[in-house]
């Protein structure tokens, strides 16, 4: 049997270790140490735009700290793109307020702006105000911003940018994650880059980053006992994981190339298939950091079949997000459709992207995917 093709592994470069050591050594084995304010400025400074970043124990600590910020509560309404991972929508659930899912567009996956528009006014009719829009950048494909953020802008709504997928992803030239009133980061294992576990909340204004960093660590007042007056949360990243970060930040510049190289190896290596489609950037504004290569097949049977020849030879790939309109979890919540979630749910797959995949094993999954 060949060795596992991982759809994304881990994979480290020089210095993670090092400053992991560099923990042990100091014995700084918290969530208080020096890699913690040091990792927060190396991804100031990737990102730029003057963001302020807060790191967390994980994007979904993140997502929940960011709609806290926002004030959402018992009885509110968060609009949120359907075509995503559950860990988009369910921090909406923690905070007591109800999910409405909006569909996507086909040019890049992620909420269309106009069924966007078309919930608000509905929802505006009946009364009721949105009091967030989380948007996604769908395996790093970044969604349609200056539509989204217009009609946001013009209805008043906050905007929280779930980047999860799209550290090093780029729209009109600034970063993604810095677009959001609020953005959302993830170092899980299998992101671009990781912390073993991970997150960051990412906002231009200091305050909310301040006080997310208040109330991931159990919210407690300035006094020399404990003393509490809000609620508070244990989510703040540990000094150990944050020194993996601050070495997987030093090498995201090439994690992205390897990455965007997947991809372009696939394109070239399959152009000639018919019955497979890839996601493409639609124009220059765009720049995916390719987090995973996404594609088509004419049907649910032949994507299928695919899949589990893949399975067959050791070789992960996997169906695209199900969307959170079809989830048991979310029967019953309102939802703005077109059916383009529902058709690339049942056509699309992932496949493995990994930047440490070697060309001997993306041969391998090219030489399976063409027979
Ligand atoms: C991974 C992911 C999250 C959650 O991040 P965690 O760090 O795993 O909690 C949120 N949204 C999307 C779109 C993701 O892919």
């Given at each position: 049997?060949?060795?596992?093709?991982?759809?994304?592994?881990?994979?480290?470069?020089?210095?993670?270790?090092?400053?992991?050591?560099?923990?042990?050594?100091?014995?700084?084995?918290?969530?208080?140490?020096?890699?913690?304010?040091?990792?927060?400025?190396?991804?100031?400074?990737?990102l730029g735009e003057?963001v302020?970043?807060?790191?967390?124990?994980?994007?979904?600590?993140?997502?929940?700290?960011?709609?806290?910020?926002?004030?959402?509560?018992?009885?509110?309404?968060?609009?949120?793109?359907?075509?995503?991972?559950?860990?988009?929508?369910?921090?909406?659930?923690?905070?007591?307020?109800?999910?409405?899912?909006?569909?996507?567009?086909?040019?890049?996956?992620n909420?269309?702006?106009?069924?966007?528009?078309?919930?608000?006014?509905?929802?505006?009719?009946?009364?009721?105000?949105?009091?967030?829009i989380?948007v996604v950048h769908?395996?790093?494909?970044p969604a349609q911003l200056n539509p989204i953020m217009e009609?946001a802008r013009?209805?008043?709504?906050p905007v929280i940018e779930d980047a999860?997928?799209a550290?090093?992803s780029e729209y009109h030239g600034k970063k993604a994650g810095t677009f959001g009133d609020l953005s959302v980061?993830?170092?899980?294992?299998?992101?671009?880059?990781?912390?073993?576990?991970?997150?960051?909340?990412v906002s231009k204004?200091?305050?909310?980053?301040?006080?997310?960093?208040?109330?991931?660590?159990?919210?407690?007042?300035?006094?020399?006992?404990?003393?509490?007056?809000?609620?508070?949360?244990?989510?703040?990243?540990?000094?150990?994981?944050?020194?993996?970060?601050?070495?997987?930040?030093?090498?995201?510049?090439?994690?992205?190339?390897?990455?965007?190289?997947?991809?372009?190896?696939?394109?070239?290596?399959?152009?000639?298939?018919?019955?497979?489609?890839?996601?493409?950037?639609?124009?220059?504004?765009?720049?995916?950091?390719?987090?995973?290569?996404?594609?088509?097949?004419?049907?649910?049977?032949?994507?299928?079949?695919?899949?589990?020849?893949?399975?067959?030879?050791?070789?992960?790939?996997?169906?695209?997000?199900?969307?959170?309109?079809?989830?048991?979890?979310?029967?019953?919540?309102?939802?703005?459709?077109?059916?383009?979630?529902?058709?690339?749910?049942?056509?699309?797959?992932?496949?493995?992207?990994?930047?440490?995949?070697?060309?001997?094993?993306?041969?391998?999954?090219?030489?399976?995917?063409?027979?």
């Open positions: 049997m060949n060795e596992r093709i991982w759809l994304s592994s881990p994979h480290m470069g020089e210095l993670e270790k090092q400053y992991v050591l560099e923990a042990f050594d100091t014995n700084w084995i918290s969530p208080v140490g020096p890699h913690i304010p040091a990792f927060e400025k190396d991804l100031e400074n990737y003057g302020h970043v807060a790191a967390l124990q994980s994007g979904t600590a993140a997502l929940h700290l960011a709609l806290l910020l926002l004030n959402v509560q018992q009885g509110d309404e968060v609009l949120c793109q359907s075509f995503t991972f559950a860990a988009s929508a369910n921090p909406v659930v923690y905070a007591g307020a109800t999910p409405v899912f909006i569909d996507s567009e086909r040019e890049t996956w909420m269309d702006p106009q069924l966007l528009e078309l919930a608000i006014t509905d929802r505006l009719h009946k009364g009721i105000k949105p009091k967030a989380i769908l395996y790093g494909m009609v013009r209805y008043d709504i999860a997928e550290l090093g980061l993830s170092f899980n294992g299998n992101k671009i880059i990781t912390t073993s576990g991970g997150g960051a909340l204004n200091g305050d909310w980053v301040e006080r997310s960093r208040f109330l991931a660590t159990q919210a407690r007042d300035d006094a020399p006992h404990y003393e509490h007056s809000v609620i508070g949360y244990n989510y703040r990243l540990s000094n150990v994981c944050a020194g993996i970060g601050r070495g997987q930040v030093a090498v995201l510049p090439q994690r992205v190339e390897q990455r965007r190289k997947v991809f372009d190896y696939y394109r070239q290596q399959l152009a000639d298939v018919q019955e497979i489609r890839f996601l493409e950037e639609p124009g220059r504004e765009y720049y995916s950091n390719r987090w995973l290569t996404t594609v088509l097949f004419p049907d649910f049977k032949k994507r299928e079949q695919i899949r589990q020849h893949l399975a067959l030879f050791n070789i992960e790939s996997r169906p695209l997000w199900k969307p959170m309109h079809l989830q048991p979890v979310f029967k019953g919540c309102l939802y703005y459709g077109n059916g383009i979630s529902d058709d690339l749910f049942d056509r699309g797959l992932c496949l493995p992207s990994g930047s440490n995949l070697t060309l001997e094993q993306l041969g391998r999954v090219i030489f399976k995917l063409k027979a």
